[in-house]
């Protein structure tokens, strides 16, 4: 590996991608065709946003065709301090957009000494989504959702991507993947413009529960393993992951309410 | 016939070095240090833009005086090098005696074969998880390295700050105590320094994977204070 030092006419800048460019490191673009069932697909994620921040949530199932190909898939990470990514699609191509997005980030911020702005931060997201067209086209699509506070405006933002790169912000809550019309549902019905936290991350875990119910691609709550959704807040404190602890309670409170389905 | 102009190798190597030593003379001086929770690094430099110290990876950072454009050339090619491994291999990979290997071949490279030699001096600090394994890694412009886990000056009049260092300072220190042996060798018996003279980071022993932590403003006062 050689030591990176340029001269100012080829200097790739304060950007990773750049930089992985310059040197000739960016990953190769995908061509060819693919099995569709072969490939491990992440499913549903969901952001919504309170008057606190955003919270996002994702299930935990990963899908190759009508098999479960994980059952303990993590889809929501941090992007930085004050933001948040979540994934649905193609899981291998998703797991190295987030990773470049992350140091995309870092990278920024270290050469520069001060960090992105939140619409910087989004707008990076796009050109990645944007990039990886050829390999959607392949059935290898990846569809983002990111958030983050945004200390200049003092609130939490959200955006919703679509395969081409396409940017969309949301005002109230967004979703992606397999279940995100029945965990869209779920949300639609309950958000109201005075959210907080607390109501919101179990509005998370209904929806993501009924996705589940209806969705095959979708998981539920695993007492048996222990698995439970990977749930996030984002506010002016930052990134914070929930503990387990403290979505099973929540579950368990959310099985209650729901009561005997039986009949 | 005109006869070519003969200098001895010696006479250009000590001439370089001395045009080398004279610039980096001119600037201010700056102070790495190990204490009980990690690694300080403090500069004087009055202004709050243009950095002096700053980070590299999760528990590297990065020190330099001397000639600003040069330095900071050198430390984003650290920042773009440090990441490059990171995503190439792992986080865990990245390691400051490498990097500061990196930049010796860079510096004595320069000295002996380009027109003019790096006016800088650099420190690459690595904070280790384990106390006592801290290490600073100090550079002189012909490449030259040196490593202390420690103490280092680096920049001008470094060798009347190290004997005042030298005598003030201990380890284990806290990072008051630190920070006030780091200030009081910079500034000496004859001036005080403030917050807006200096600039302070720490490489913190906390556990969170990027450990490069900025004080400024009254936070800093506060440690002076």
């Known amino acids: ?263 | 016939m005109n006869m070519p102009l003969y200098v001895s190798p010696e006479q250009v190597m000590k001439d370089r070095a001395d045009y080398a030593r004279k610039g980096i003379a001119r600037g201010r001086a700056a102070v790495a240090s190990t204490y009980a929770d990690g690694v300080l690094l403090c500069a004087e430099n009055p202004s709050n833009t243009l950095r002096k110290v700053s980070e590299i990876y999760d528990r590297i950072g990065f020190m330099g005086v001397g000639k600003y454009n040069e330095f900071d050339q050198l430390r984003i090619a650290g920042v773009r090098h440090a990441d490059l491994k990171g995503y190439s291999f792992s986080r865990e990979d990245v390691d400051a005696r490498w990097l500061a290997n990196q930049y010796a071949q860079i510096l004595g490279q320069y000295f002996t074969h380009e027109m003019k030699p790096l006016e800088v001096e650099l420190l690459v600090a690595e904070m280790s998880p384990e106390v006592g394994d801290d290490r600073l890694f100090h550079l002189l412009y012909d490449g030259t390295v040196m490593d202390t886990t420690s103490h280092v000056v680096i920049g001008g009049e470094a060798e009347a700050i190290g004997a005042r260092l030298d005598e003030s300072w201990s380890a284990g220190l806290q990072l008051r105590e630190a920070v006030q042996v780091a200030v009081g060798a910079l500034a000496g018996s004859d001036r005080e320094l403030v917050p807006d003279d200096l600039e302070v980071a720490v490489l913190a022993r906390d556990g969170e994977r990027r450990s490069f932590r900025r004080i400024e403003g009254d936070d800093l006062g506060g440690l002076l204070g």
């Not at chain 1, 393993?225 to 409170?253: C, K, Q």
């Open chain 1, 1 to 263: 590996m050689t030591f990176p030092l340029f001269t100012p006419d080829q200097d790739p800048g304060p950007s990773f991608l750049g930089l992985l460019e310059r040197l000739g490191m960016a990953p190769p673009e995908f061509t060819g065709t693919l099995e569709a069932d072969g490939i491990t697909h992440g499913t549903t994620v969901l952001a919504i946003r309170t008057v606190d921040g955003v919270v996002m949530a994702g299930d935990r199932r990963a899908i190759s065709g009508n098999f479960i190909s994980h059952h303990s898939m993590e889809k929501v990470f941090p992007a930085d301090r004050h933001s948040g990514i979540a994934i649905a699609g193609a899981a291998g191509p998703a797991m190295e957009m987030v990773r470049l997005f992350q140091l995309n980030l870092e990278h920024y911020e270290k050469v520069e000494g001060s960090p992105l702005s939140l619409e910087g931060k989004a707008n990076q997201l796009s050109q990645m989504v944007r990039s990886n067209l050829s390999s959607a086209l392949q059935g290898l699509g990846v569809v983002p959702l990111f958030a983050g506070w945004d200390e200049r405006l003092e609130q939490g933002r959200l955006f919703q991507y679509d395969i081409t790169g396409g940017r969309y912000e949301e005002r109230r809550y967004a979703t992606g993947g397999s279940g995100s019309l029945h965990s869209s549902t779920v949300i639609k019905l309950r958000h109201t413009p005075d959210l907080d936290f607390s109501t919101a991350v179990d509005i998370a875990v209904e929806a993501l529960f009924e996705a589940a119910d209806e969705d095959s691609a979708t998981g539920g709550p695993d007492p048996v393993r222990g698995i439970y959704p990977v749930i996030a807040t984002i506010g002016r404190d930052g990134f914070e992951r929930m503990a387990n602890e403290d979505v099973v309670a929540r579950t368990t409170a959310l099985l209650e309410r729901l009561g005997d389905r039986s009949d």
